[in-house]
């Protein structure tokens, strides 16, 4: 079964950090090009972070350059988002892509930021 499960989100602090994990299965994750979105509210789906398949390079969405780091464990089938300097507007669901020759999402994981 191809499918991306997305963990690690929750309730934090402004200032605070969280570190969001996306696990894959049932396709050759190597080759795929693995991405961070985010949805808040009442707005469109966004870009955040993007990793090439072999993990040299990565892509960023300006608002985030500096405090999000996106990565990847081959060996693991996961990708990683740790994210730092959490602001009220980063609160959105962070949903996982792979992407290919097709596409896949993960089902997304909430990440409240409020004091």
């Known amino acids: 079964q191809v499918q991306l499960v997305e963990s690690g989100g929750g309730l934090v602090q402004p200032g605070g950090s969280l570190r969001l994990s996306c696990a894959a299965s049932?396709?050759?994750?190597?080759?795929?090009?693995m991405s961070w979105y985010r949805q808040a509210p009442g707005k469109e789906r966004e870009l955040v972070a993007s990793i090439t398949s072999s993990g040299g390079i990565t892509n960023y969405v300006d608002s985030v350059k500096g405090r999000f780091t996106i990565s990847r464990d081959n060996a693991k089938n996961t990708v990683y988002l740790q994210i730092n300097n959490l602001k009220p507007e980063d609160t959105a669901v962070y949903y996982c892509?792979?992407?290919?020759?097709?596409?896949?999402w993960g089902q997304g994981t909430q990440v409240t930021v409020s004091s």
């Open positions: 049932g396709f050759a994750f190597s080759g795929y090009v």
């Open positions: 892509n792979a992407r290919s020759w097709r596409t896949v």
